[in-house]
Nanobody
Framework: QVQLVESGGGLVQPGGSLRLSCVASGSIFIIYDMGWYRQAPGKQRELVASITRDGITNDADSVKGRFTISRDNAKNTVYLQMNSLKPEDTAVYYC??????????????WGQGTQVTVSS
């Protein structure tokens, strides 16, 4: 019904930057919260940042001042600008969205994940 497609991951050196994008498509009536989680090998998935439809953000302490989440409601897209990347930011990054579909039911949807590797 709803698909989330991420892009923008890759390999970057410490101190570098990447910008992740996630586009939602399908039977979307309205998208509420959007955001990013990440999962490193051997660790649990953790919240990186989230943003409400009105633009209120919530960032994990580990990324405050380095990562910025934003969204374009007209394009059903959420972004994650990642600056000053560290090796410990290496993980698979997953986009999510809380969506009301045309049936007026709400569901959480996830993207397939995009790998971010920070290494010299």
């Amino acid at each position: 019904q709803v698909q989330l497609v991420e892009s923008g991951g890759g390999l970057v050196q410490p101190g570098g930057s990447l910008r992740l994008s996630c586009v939602a498509s399908g039977s979307i009536f309205i998208i509420y919260d959007m955001g990013w989680y990440r999962q490193a090998p051997g660790k649990q998935r953790e919240l990186v940042a989230s943003i409400t439809r009105d633009g209120i953000t919530n960032d994990a302490d580990s990324v405050k001042g380095r990562f910025t989440i934003s969204r374009d409601n007209a394009k059903n897209t959420v972004y994650l600008q990642m600056n000053s990347l560290k090796p410990e930011d290496t993980a698979v990054y997953y986009c999510y969205a809380r969506v009301m579909v045309f049936s007026k039911r709400e569901y959480d949807y996830w993207g397939q994940g995009t790998q971010v590797t920070v290494s010299s």
